[in-house]
């Protein structure tokens, strides 16, 4: 069974997606250092590119978006290992048919992918306890992963730095793929934030 850590760069960035949208479904794709070979022992996510919070279903503007992630993404050492999604619900935080398609697409060139579900109820920067379900691939189903075997490197940490860029209200300045395709000069990298990310988590750890 595959180990899972989540970075503080995944997880804020996708808590900045879905506080950006909180009336809207919204989903990305998760990255990892690249490996040679198609299985590992663990995984650990060090990225998310945020995709959309319109329409989840346009298989067109899918398929452009995973093009030019997975370009962008070989030039960085990094792949795609799995897929996010919050859901426009804060009673639902069950994969959806789309979610599964997404994910399941993605085990096809990596099988050890992950699928990650924010569970909206327990959703806010004081959460003591991460907000998120891991599924994994168990035959044809996707089924939640063993807690155990889910590493938060830091999460007192990781939670710090979520609350403060929630206070600054960075989550304004995130850029998704809906937002790119109408204005092709924001960086749906994040670049900005992940680099305020960086700086916040050395602050946090009692890095100069």
């Known amino acids: 069974m595959c180990e899972v850590e989540i970075s503080a760069q995944a997880y804020v960035k996708m808590h900045l997606h879905a506080a ?11 990255l990892a250092e690249r490996c040679i070979g198609g ?13 959309f919070h319109n329409s989840l279903s346009l298989s067109v503007m899918l398929e452009v978006a995973l093009n030019q992630i997975e370009m962008w993404s070989l030039h960085k050492q990094q792949m795609i290992v799995g897929y996010y999604q919050a859901n426009s619900s ?9 979610a599964l398609k997404i994910v399941a697409r993605i085990s096809e ?18 959460c003591e306890i991460p907000p998120v379900a891991v599924f994994e691939r168990r035959d044809s189903h996707w089924i ?6 889910i590493m938060w490197k830091d999460w007192d940490g990781t939670r710090q730095v979520c609350k403060a860029l929630m206070v600054l209200k960075f989550y304004r300045l995130l850029v998704d793929f809906d937002s790119h395709l109408d204005d092709i000069r924001r960086d749906w990298a994040n670049e900005d934030i992940n680099n305020k990310i960086l700086e916040l988590t050395c602050s946090v750890n009692g890095h100069a």
């Open 39 to 51: 299985r590992m022992d663990w995984l650990c996510v060090t990225d998310c590119i945020p995709l």
């Open 20 to 30: 950006q949208y909180p009336h809207c479904t919204v989903n990305g794709i998760l």
């Open 144 to 149: 939640p992963k063993d807690k155990n075997v």
């Open 109 to 126: 060139y990596f099988k050890d992918a992950v699928l990650v579900m924010l569970e909206n109820r327990r959703f806010s920067a004081d």
């Open 90 to 98: 804060l009673r639902n935080s069950s994969p959806n048919a789309h």
